[in-house]
């Protein structure tokens, strides 16, 4: 396949100053998923797209005809699960017998992932597919031609998956009129809250009740760092980039541009078609005070911000943090109250939300996660029979997912899942479901608590979410490439330091300045005033 290397060129300048500052997972930090890591918002599923019905009539290729052997080559976020050479050699046997082809994963930390991924494009390295979202660095990737336009491929190749998803909702999520990411349906948007030791709160007279604002969230840890020893109260990982989409805007409907795009200046609020920057609104100063005080008063781990550590690790092995804040639950909520009570007995975790009773996320029903193909794959085709494999073949899925069955899992009934004795999320095989197939096609923890049952209902459900204004809008970067190159280095050099706490008053105020004055120079301005200008456009329509 042949591309465009003179649009690609930008990407390696991206990477490269991209690399000199500091990167991470975005929405995922500090979320505290056990058994999967969480996933960034995005469109749900349609009915028809559900792991027994998808089962019901299993096709791997449009052809029955024999195939040259192939090895698809596949890049994800995260680190090597344990089991990987086992699981990896079952599963090319049956990918060899159904598709002729045989899988290989290469796997990069979260903390470089995205400078990695513009790197490789970039350069023009052989490999076949990877994962991508909004929220990651899907829209550089989109603008610099760093994914194969699949548009004539995916009904021939993947029919069943294409179908499954139905036509309006791929159609929904093209970019520019065409197919380049398989959208992953999943939650509809993520509410944000607070993630808590509900065995050590309970003990101090909190739990679900009375954790509803950061102020609550404060009155906790302080009263309970005094009273526990060895405890803290929030803790950073290797992942963390920031954390402002989490708990700058609480209880204010917000939608950013593009979508769930936490790195790129423009967002709407209250649902309103006025666009500003995020970085320069009161807000997020706000915002940073809070996280400067937070540290000050002894309420997070100083040493985590050098932290090397997983979000998944956290979650199942650290006893000494008292809470988090992040994504509702999707499951692992009793997945990893069973792990940390095996360390600490006794301890369990719960989580509320922190938006305020009956608020509804503006939503635009769209996906936020993608499997992308390179545009130097040799083999779309194979790769479209492989995803549409997995999202047909119950076995092949489980397999790909979950590892071997009663080694790295245990089937419990059609769509729940429980670890073997003596493991867990860190020492069994495990690959995400939102980077390749549905939500409705994932088993379930068995010990789900009820919830994590209440969320997972939440989040599917069109009625708690409000339309967005803009909905249907795609922005198109193509009038401010070099300025959004340029902004992204700058907002990724920042805002780490900034939004960990760490900086004093004086040091706040000049590494703030700082940041937006290299904001204004690097044109800020003129892709704000862009995305207002298109989004005008939209509505006249």
Known sequence: MKRNRKALLPLMLTAALALGGCSGSGNNSNNGGSSQQPASPSASAPASSSGASASASPSASPSSAKLDPVKLKLILPGDKPQHYDEVMKVLNQKLQDRIQASLDIQYIPWDSYKDQILVKLAAGENFDFYYDGWW????????????????????????????????????????????????????????QGYNFRSDIAQKYGYGADNLKTLSDAEAFMTKALAGEKGKVGLRYNGEYAGDYQVLAFLGTQREFIPSNDFNSPGMLLNNEPKVIDQFESQPYKDFLKLKQRWWNEGLIDKDSLFSKSSVTTDANTDTTALSSFGNPPEGWLGDRSVSLSQIEPGASVDFVTMEGDGFKMVSSFKAGNFTVLSPESKNPERVLMFLNLIYTDKGIRDLYLYGIENQDFIAVGDNQFKYPDGLDATKAFGNQWWMVTPWANARISANATETDKKFISYL??????????????????????????????????????????????????????????????AGVDKIIAEKQRQIDAFLQK
């Open 136 to 191: 990651q660095n899907y829209a550089q990737v989109l603008a610099k031609g760093g994914a194969l336009d699949i548009t004539g491929l995916i009904q021939k190749y993947a029919p069943d998956l294409y179908n499954g998803l139905t036509a309006d909702y791929v159609n929904s999520n093209k970019y520019m009129g065409k197919i380049y990411g398989i959208p992953v349906p999943g939650p509809l948007e993520y509410p």
């Open 460 to 521: 599917s459900d069109p009625a708690n979410f409000q339309k967005s204004v803009i909905s249907g809008f795609d922005f198109n970067p193509d009038a401010v490439k070099s300025e959004i190159s340029k902004v992204s280095a700058v907002v990724g050099e920042y805002r780490k330091v900034l939004e960990s706490g760490s900086s004093s008053d004086s040091q706040l105020e000049a590494k703030y300045n700082e940041f937006i004055d290299k904001l204004k120079k």
